[in-house]
């Protein structure tokens, strides 16, 4: 498995702000992905970030909301733009041990829009 | 497209009792991964078990255990002796062999009552 953190747990933030969320594995993997949890629903595939290219979206979200860094084999960052409260959710990070074909979570960073 | 259906929204059980937990998915695919992956009130998504479709025999860890049904398309979870830690949402998850994509079922939350 892995170790994965990410910064901040939580935050409250206004309306047409932006924040940046941070993930950092204990481990270099070449697959992380972004995952978002809307309240009381399952959890959506955001986007995959392979170090050294640009990030693939999945249908229904785009970069201009939801760039994307991935510096480096055990870093990334989302950051959801432009808030408003739909964009109230639970953010994950998880990553892919290369050859594993299975994901390990972040703890989670949980949003609210006002 | 694959997708993956939990049809129990919510279920209790007695400590120390069984509880056996559905999901069905639909595929394609010859080739891939389900996993049942629990997320505590903490909301750190815990793999919990892991299951190839290639393997006829039923994946265990400790006190859980599933009952896969390839030609029928189910993936069950089994949770024996069931404790107090073990209250959390239960999500279902598919991916293909070589894919990156999880796809995840609705959730099952699991109340364990002293």
């Known amino acids: 498995s892995a170790v994965i953190s990410q910064k901040p747990s939580r935050d409250i933030c206004q309306r047409g702000t932006s924040l940046t969320i941070q993930c950092q594995v204990d481990?270099?993997?070449?697959?992380m992905f972004w995952y978002r949890q809307q309240p009381g629903q399952s959890l959506t595939l955001i986007a995959t970030a392979n170090q050294g290219s640009e990030a693939t979206y999945e249908s229904g979200f785009v970069i201009d909301k939801f760039p994307i860094s991935r510096p480096n084999l055990t870093f990334s960052t989302l950051t959801v733009s432009n808030m408003s409260p739909e964009d109230s959710s639970i953010y994950l990070c998880?990553?892919?041990?290369?050859?594993?074909?299975?994901?390990?979570f972040g703890p989670g960073t949980r949003l609210t829009v006002t | 497209a694959q997708t993956v259906t939990q049809s129990q929204p919510e279920m209790s059980v007695q400590e120390a009792e069984t509880v056996t937990l559905s999901c069905t998915y639909d595929?394609?695919?010859?080739?891939?991964?389900l996993f049942w992956y629990k997320q505590p009130p903490s909301r750190q998504m815990i793999l919990v078990i892991r299951?190839?479709?290639?393997?006829?025999q039923n994946a265990t860890e400790n006190r859980f255990s599933v009952n896969f049904q390839k030609a029928a398309k189910s993936f069950s979870l089994k949770i024996s002796d069931s404790q107090l830690g073990d209250t959390a949402m239960y999500f279902c998850a598919f991916i293909k062999a070589a894919g990156n994509k999880l796809t995840f079922g609705g959730g099952t939350r699991v109340l364990v009552k002293p």
């Open positions: 299951q190839e479709a290639y393997k006829q």
């Open positions: 998880s990553v892919e041990p290369s050859g594993r074909d299975e994901q390990y």
């Open positions: 481990s270099q993997v070449t697959m």
């Open positions: 595929t394609s695919e010859s080739n891939y991964y």
